[in-house]
């Protein structure tokens, strides 16, 4: 048996580790465990299946074996075809994602109301769709239809490239990289990674370069913004995380995925009169919606909706055998789900037929019958609940945060301060000062997921505090936003942890020291803030002092945020390390030689506190540069 003293940080997920050993239920660290050791061919990306003449390997560690792939194929390239291929598939996960969000915007003109028109109308002029003597739900379908033939249009550039700075907009044009439709540029990755088409190390990442940008500024940008108009922009709430919000006497539902098409429904359906009274009459005091993941940061945003837990609580959440069931959509569901939940009574219900799980319930959501399917998933739940059997176990481990920190949010909290201060309002302005004076060294994005070869939650929390401590602003997504407001850094309090800097900044604008700024897609939010402030000082995004981090990261999506993340000027620090140190070559194009390219790179740095010492040094030679 592992020591889950050292494998975890989070008190919640000691104890039920500990639950899930006495019951012999395998985790995702057990069967890491029963992994080693991993291939170290496929660990340094030196393992080649692109065709039926493979699989290829290249040998380092001797001088014996093959130094090529029976193609010819060099390490530089079998490495760099795996990291573009992988950067695609990410690129896809998210921009499939927007395409979604953007189809059911589309679908949902005429029948419901649009949450946020004053996001919708600003998209629509952005895009040069013509809003006078048009309702609000004619514009939402023709920004739907813009939106989707983003994917797929012939000719010209994506439409939201336009936000980046100018010197940004022209590099990526000098450079080739100015991406054109999503699809196009994640099929042409496919196609020039296919054996014996690119060779070039060098041609084959500026490929995957495009591929990524067309997520964050495409694709991630589209779910983001569409989600906004559709259910609301995120607006600052308090809310509660950790297992510990799943409630022993009511009917326990953890929605669990990426999109909130379907999280939306499931939260709408269980206060649904009816389906309570059931809950009643089965014994359950109510119905306890909590989320996992992305989809649980989503719908914490918007909603209040509890935060349950992050990538690796998925099976533990099931191991409190107090989840009456798990529904779930796309990514980041692991396939043990079904096993595990085997063992106890909890449903598995997939919605997505892009996910089906062999074991679970498949239940298939459709946006456009969405409130009645949603009432069908929470009426299994709830039929679920008399059937609980064994030891039921909620951890009392939770805590308090405050999140919703949306674009939108951020300027209007700035207002508050500039309007004092007679500033024009609606600018980043109080936020360049803070930068400029020094009180704020700079900001960090930590994000990404949670993987065994680092320690859960402690990579992000070790990382977020450094930094706090150096008076630098954090800012957060993904699992990342788990494993931070788990630790308590979203509340009030945290500001014990800052300088006096950052603490004096968080006081004038009573927010905590790290923001909640929403799910993997919500990078994007990102991205427009720090193209604000840049287009402010008039500057490039490069010039900021800024960078991210994601310590934990472990899937394809998280290789794309990185690279469109380099691709846009930044300093991104990976606790983990892409499957490319097999080739020094693509290792030093990477982690070098794009800066003087791009303005950002990728450094490597497992240990979350030189990784905190290396960001303070980059922030401290972009200031001066800046002659701040
Ligand atoms: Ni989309 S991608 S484990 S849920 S952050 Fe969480 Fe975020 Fe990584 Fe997945
Ligand atoms: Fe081997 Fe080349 Fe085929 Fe890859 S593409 S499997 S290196 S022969």
């Known amino acids: 048996m592992i020591n889950c003293e050292l494998f975890t940080c989070d008190a919640a997920t000691k104890k039920l580790y500990e639950k899930a050993k006495k019951e012999r239920i395998d985790t995702v660290w057990d069967r890491a465990l029963a992994m080693q050791p991993q291939c170290g061919f496929g660990e340094m990306g030196l393992c080649c299946t692109n065709c039926s003449m493979g699989p290829c390997r290249i040998v380092k560690v001797s001088d014996d074996g093959p130094k090529a792939g029976i193609c010819g194929a060099t390490e530089d390239t079998i490495a760099s075809r795996n990291f573009a291929r992988a950067v695609a598939a990410g690129s896809a996960a998210h921009s499939d994602h927007g395409r979604d969000i953007a189809l059911a915007l589309y679908h949902a003109t005429g029948k419901i109301r649009v949450k946020d028109e004053e996001k919708l109308f600003k998209i629509a002029g952005e895009w040069g769709i013509a809003v006078e003597g048009k309702d609000a739900s004619r514009i939402a379908r023709e920004v739907a239809e813009k939106a989707l033939s983003e994917f797929g249009k012939i000719f010209g550039k994506l439409l939201f490239l336009k936000r980046a700075p100018h010197k940004r907009q022209n590099l990526w044009d000098e450079l080739g990289v100015a991406p054109e439709a999503i699809d196009r540029e994640i099929v042409e990755v496919l196609h020039s990674t296919h054996m014996g088409s690119d060779a070039d190390y060098r041609n084959i990442i500026r490929q995957a370069i495009r591929a990524a940008l067309s997520d964050g500024w495409g694709g991630s940008m589209i779910g983001t913004e569409l989600s906004d108009v559709l259910f609301g922009t995120p607006v600052p709430r308090k809310v509660e995380a950790n297992l510990g919000v799943l409630k022993k006497e009511c009917v326990n539902i953890v929605v669990h995925g990426h999109e909130p098409t379907l999280s939306e429904a499931i939260v709408m359906a269980a206060r649904d009169p009816e389906l309570l009274e059931l809950a009643k009459k089965q014994g359950a005091e109510g119905i306890n919606v909590v989320g996992m993941c992305c989809t649980g940061n989503e719908i914490a945003m918007r909603h209040g909706i509890p935060m349950a837990g992050d990538f690796f609580q998925q099976e533990l959440a099931i191991v409190t055998g107090a989840v009456e069931a798990m529904i779930v959509d796309v990514q980041c569901i692991m396939p043990s789900l079904a096993t595990v939940a085997k063992c106890y009574h909890t449903k598995l219900i997939t919605t997505s037929p892009k996910a089906k799980v062999p074991g679970a319930i498949h239940m298939e959501f459709d946006e456009q019958k969405g409130l009645d399917i949603a009432k069908r998933i929470v009426k299994e739940a709830v039929m679920n609940f008399k059937n609980r059997k064994g030891e039921v176990y909620i951890p009392d481990v939770k805590s308090e945060g405050e999140i919703g920190y949306s674009l939108e949010a951020i300027i209007k909290i700035l207002d508050r301060v500039t309007n004092s201060f007679a500033h024009p309002s609606g600018t980043v302005k109080p936020l360049v000062d803070a930068i400029k004076s020094g009180v704020l060294r700079g900001a960090v994005a930590i994000v990404g997921c949670n993987n065994h070869k680092q320690p859960h939650n402690s990579c992000h929390v070790t990382l977020a505090k450094e930094l706090l401590r150096r008076d630098i602003l954090v800012v957060t997504t993904g699992c990342g936003a788990h494993s931070c407001i788990k630790a308590g850094l979203m509340s009030k309090e945290a500001r014990k942890y ?69 691709a846009s000027g930044i300093y991104v620090v990976l606790g983990v390390s892409p499957a490319v140190t097999g080739s020094e070559n693509v290792t030093n194009y990477l982690t070098k030689d794009l800066e003087s390219v791009l303005g950002g790179r990728f450094e490597i740095e497992k240990d979350p506190v030189k990784a905190a010492e290396k960001i303070a040094v980059h922030i401290e030679n972009k200031r001066k540069r800046l002659g701040i």
């Open 498 to 566: 800052c300088g006096k800097g950052l603490a004096t900044v968080c006081e004038l604008l009573d927010i905590p020291p790290v923001l909640h700024m929403g799910s993997c897609v919500d990078i994007s939010r990102i991205l427009v803030l720090l193209s604000e402030v840049a287009n402010y000082m008039g500057v490039d995004i490069s010039d900021l002092p800024v960078a991210a981090a994601a310590p934990e990261w472990m899937s394809e999506k998280a290789q794309s945020i990185g690279l469109y993340a380099v």
